[in-house]
Nanobody
Framework: EVQLVESGGGLVQAGGSLRHSCAAS????????IGWLRQAPGKEREGVSCISPSDGTTYYADSVKGRFTISSDNAKKTVYLQLRSLKPEDTGLYYC???????????????????WGQGTQVTVSS
């Protein structure tokens, strides 16, 4: 059974930090990229970042570049998203998902993902 189990998220003041994790099981971790998308109320899902665990290649949306860091622990089959210098506009429901690794650069297209985590809420107060 494929599972992507997310943890992290929460309520934080602007300028604060949070860390998400996404633990994968049931599929070949090396064959997939792990991406993060977020969805703010009333808005479409927005791509945030993606990592290819097999070679460490990372991609970031311009809106988070320099503030968010994606990393993977391949032994644990877990991907982390460190969020720093958070802004109110970072508020939303964050989802991790698995997509074929050759699509990682196109992580912002939700329809490329095969599986999703349950989502975790991030709320940044001003």
């Amino acid at each position: 059974e494929v599972q992507l189990v997310e943890s992290g998220g929460g309520l934080v003041q602007a300028g604060g930090s949070l860390r998400h994790s996404c633990a994968a099981s049931g599929f070949s971790f090396a064959a997939y990229g792990i991406g993060w998308l977020r969805q703010a109320p009333g808005k479409e899902r927005e791509g945030v970042s993606c990592i290819s665990p097999s070679d460490g290649t990372t991609y970031y949306a311009d809106s988070v570049k320099g503030r968010f860091t994606i990393s993977s622990d391949n032994a644990k089959k877990t991907v982390y998203l460190q969020l720093r210098s958070l802004k109110p506009e970072d508020t939303g429901l964050y989802y991790c998902g698995a997509l074929p690794v050759h699509y990682c650069a196109q992580y912002y297209y939700p329809n490329l993902y095969d599986w999703w985590g349950q989502g975790t809420q991030v709320t940044v107060s001003s």
